[in-house]
């Protein structure tokens, strides 16, 4: 059924369909890569070294953050005194590879590592490497 040209037209319709209600394109996801990948947690501090409130934050370093946790700190009978504040962020080094793969970076990788092992492979069986007989 899958193999039904008629069938395949249909998926991609209702596919397209799909991802355009949800806002998915290209486009968009590569941007959403591109914000982790390229982040700086400096943006998240105000010039004092004070944090910024998560909802001041501009739309490319709130991409950037995956969770916020807030601990009260308290002292006894004064009550509440301060507070610590985690912030978790996207892993950068997983955008970047994504990054890497969307420009092919590591195809090129690959092709020079095959070179490489294909030369090693060589030098070991000897002179006759590349005397090899093929019937057909």
């Known amino acids: 059924m899958l193999k039904d040209v008629n069938v395949q037209a249909l998926i991609a319709e209702a596919t397209e369909k799909a991802a355009k209600i949800a806002g998915l394109s290209v486009e968009r996801t590569l941007r959403e890569i591109a914000r982790v990948a390229y982040s700086d947690p ?3 501090y105000r010039p004092d070294g004070l944090l910024i409130p998560v909802t001041e934050l501009d739309d490319d370093t709130a ?3 995956a969770s916020v946790e807030v601990d009260e700190i308290k002292a006894g009978e ?3 005194i301060g507070h610590t504040v985690k912030i978790k962020h996207w892993d950068k080094n ?3 590879e994504k990054a890497m793969k969307y420009h092919g970076l590591y195809e090129k990788d690959n092709k020079q ?3 490489t092992a294909i030369a090693a492979l060589m030098v070991a069986v000897g002179e006759g490497a590349g005397k090899f ?3 057909p």
């Open 42 to 44: 400096r943006k998240l």
């Open 133 to 135: 007989l093929v019937k």
């Open 78 to 80: 004064a009550g509440v």
């Open 63 to 65: 991409a950037t953050v």
């Open 94 to 96: 997983a955008a970047l």
């Open 113 to 115: 590592q095959g070179d």
